[in-house]
Nanobody, 125 residues
């Protein structure tokens, strides 16, 4: 059982930055594929970014590419999502997730077994 705890959300103005953190309670953290998803009110949960442990690759949704940066600190069992140039359409609850997704399902929320509680990000114009 992996426990994930997010932090770092908040309310900001368009153009501002935030950094989200997600701490994992798992000694094999460095062997886990970790991902960020988000869910806006009335919408389905959508993929934001993923880091595959097997080769270290990072993939981003087109909507955040160039503005968001995924990083991980294996010594602290923590991943981060640096969000710059925030837009009102980035408003959502952000979740970190982990599990054992196959390559073709890295962007699919149902492929992940463990989820954090979510952290709210609100961007006003």
């Amino acid at each position: 059982q992996v426990q994930l705890v997010e932090s770092g959300g908040g309310s900001v103005q368009a153009g501002d930055s935030l950094r989200l953190s997600c701490a994992a309670s798992e000694r094999t953290f460095r062997r886990l594929t970790m991902a960020w998803f988000r869910q806006a009110p009335g919408k389905e949960r959508e993929f934001v970014a993923v880091n595959r442990y097997s080769n270290g690759s990072i993939d981003y949704a087109d909507s955040v590419k160039g503005r968001f940066t995924f990083s991980r600190d294996n010594d602290k069992d923590t991943i981060y999502l640096q969000m710059n140039s925030l837009k009102p359409e980035d408003t959502a609850v952000y979740y970190c997730a982990t599990g054992y997704p196959i390559l073709s399902q890295l962007r699919v929320s149902t492929a992940y077994n463990y989820w954090g509680q979510g952290t709210q990000v609100t961007v006003s114009s």
